[in-house]
């Protein structure tokens, strides 16, 4: 009997979630635990899926699939598979889940029954995130696409740490919402649009084949349901300038949460991009891909000079999030090889990166107690571990080479450059205002004189080190030796540019003199 491995995947989690949740009051700490039990078996699950793809297999550009009836009226399936690009982000989000566990091991609150709802949440959102992942039916996707957003909403406003708390939960549940609702009309409309040329379906591989080139669709049609889509993966991801709800609720988060958030559910947006929006609707893409291009320029740029001037850490750090995916979607859009393998990789570079960073700082800040760059100096002398970490997770943030997030970053600009050389020009100049924000910020926070109450900041326990260190392992093995990520990458790239029939534009330095 073969095993439904990716039904296993995803509901691994949330049985994992419910059996914390029936746990006894009293027995917090056994609600930790068999929380990062839970997610360690799921990353076990994830590794045999890793394992078990094959990259090499050509005409297969799903595998694991499981289909099955779900609401045969509406033509929805049960259907589930994965390439190479969704192997990748199922094990990044397997990866991160039990490092977040163990780095919100004190997060909870003192509320009865507190712990327990946290962990449960967590173990929630991994598997909303994963089904996500794996899924082949548009119906489905959607669902869990908007599911994630309750238990994430609960993780801010019930055990943020900032005062304004609910109000960012708020503004980032109804930002999703929106944006949800729209995509909701979307949804339908494929169900009409293929249900008057055939059958009507949301099976995903289907509709592709319904809506490809040579369509008898209605390209005005297909333009406004690929704006539907694209509108709430804009949101999620998010792109300037659908990104205000996100600095907010990075910051009042706990920080276990906000990486769960930023590192992990917001990825479904890009991916949704990737997948949904250039592949059901090629020719829309191609159509509006100049005016993309240049929001993800400017949300590069912005999301950069904006961090310059914060005076709050998380909120920096928040910030170059917002320009990281500016990145991730730029490298989407320009529909190059390199660029969409450069923004599969930035995906998984950017939660390893962002995970880091933003978890030692929340490591610093829960032992100081305030986020206020002015109130820091010197701690590198008080707590040299946890400089020492934060700075390698620091020059990853920058992109610095021999860490994993610099080849990503130069594929999407190699890929850009080939297409749109100017654009390519506007986001190279992030290079250099993250170099700003990231070596300004260590040198406030960490170098000169230990000032005020700094000399009281003890350095990284080893549960803190548990945390960091494998993701400080995995920047800098993926910064010298990204092929097996890429190799896994690069088929499923390549039947994407086939599916919405691009081609890499020929390079400048190969096009000869002008006639």
Not at 111 to 116: N, P, T
Not at 143 to 170: H, K, N, Q
Not at 336 to 351: D, I, K, P
Not at 411 to 438: D, E, K, P, Q
Request: proline share 5%; aromatic share 12%; glycine share 10%.
């Amino acid at each position: 009997m073969t095993i439904p491995w990716l039904s296993v995947l995803w509901l691994v989690p949330i049985a994992g979630a419910v059996l914390v949740i029936l746990l006894p009051a009293a027995l917090p700490r056994l609600a930790k635990w068999t929380g990062l039990l839970v997610s360690l078996a799921v990353l076990a699950v994830a590794v045999v899926i890793t394992v078990g793809y094959d990259s090499t297999a050509t005409g297969q550009p799903y595998q694991f699939v499981e289909s099955h009836s779900w609401i045969p009226a509406f033509g929805a399936g049960y259907t589930l598979g994965v390439d190479g690009i969704a192997v990748v982000l199922v094990l990044l989000t397997a990866v991160l889940v039990p490092l977040l566990i163990l780095a919100g091991w004190t997060d909870g609150g003192d509320r009865s029954r507190g712990v327990h709802a946290y962990v449960a949440l967590t173990l929630t959102v991994e598997s909303m995130v994963l089904i996500s992942l794996v899924s082949l039916d548009i119906l489905l996707f959607y669902v869990f696409f908007e599911a994630m957003l309750i238990p994430m909403y609960f993780l801010i406003g019930g055990f943020g740490t900032g005062a304004g708390r609910s109000r960012a939960a708020l503004k980032f549940l109804l930002y999703n919402l929106f944006g949800g609702l729209i995509m909701l009309a979307a949804v339908i409309g494929v169900y009409v649009v293929t249900a008057q040329h055939g059958s009507g379906t949301f099976d995903f591989r289907a509709v592709v084949a319904a809506f490809g080139p040579g369509s008898a669709v209605d390209p005005g049609v297909l333009k406004a349901l690929f704006l539907g889509f694209m509108f709430a993966f804009a949101i999620k991801a998010p792109l300037w300038p659908l990104h205000r709800w996100l600095p907010d609720a990075a910051v009042e988060a706990t920080p276990a949460s906000a990486v769960l958030m930023m590192a992990v559910m917001d990825k479904v947006g890009t991916f949704g991009m990737l997948r949904y929006c250039l592949q059901l609707f090629p020719e829309a893409s191609a159509y509006f891909r100049p005016a993309i291009v240049v929001l993800a320029v400017i949300g590069v740029v912005y999301g950069a000079l904006v961090a310059i001037g914060q005076t709050d850490i998380m909120r920096l750090i928040a910030y170059t999030s917002i320009s990281h995916f500016g990145f991730i979607i730029l490298g989407i859009f320009v529909m190059t090889s390199q660029g969409q393998s450069g923004s599969a990789l930035y995906m998984v570079n950017h939660g390893l990166s962002t995970a880091a960073v933003f978890l030692i700082a929340g490591f610093l800040i829960s032992r100081r107690g305030t986020r206020a760059i002015a109130d820091y100096g010197g701690v590198q002398k008080a707590a040299p571990v946890l400089a020492g970490t934060f700075l390698v997770a620091a020059m990853a943030t920058l992109s610095l080479p021999g860490l994993a997030p610099f080849i990503s970053e130069f594929l999407v600009l190699l890929g850009t450059f080939n297409r749109y050389w100017l654009a390519a020009a506007f986001g190279a100049t992030a290079l250099v205002l993250s170099s700003i924000y990231m070596l300004w910020l260590y040198q406030r926070v960490m170098t000169g004189p230990v000032t005020g109450d700094n000399q009281r900041i003890r350095d990284l326990v080893p549960r803190e080190v548990a945390v960091v260190a494998p993701l400080i392992v995995l920047l800098l093995v993926l910064g010298f030796y990204p092929k097996p990520v890429l190799d896994i990458i690069n088929p499923a790239v390549g039947h994407t540019m086939t599916t919405i029939g691009q081609q890499d534009p020929v390079p400048h330095s190969a096009q000869g003199p002008a006639r």
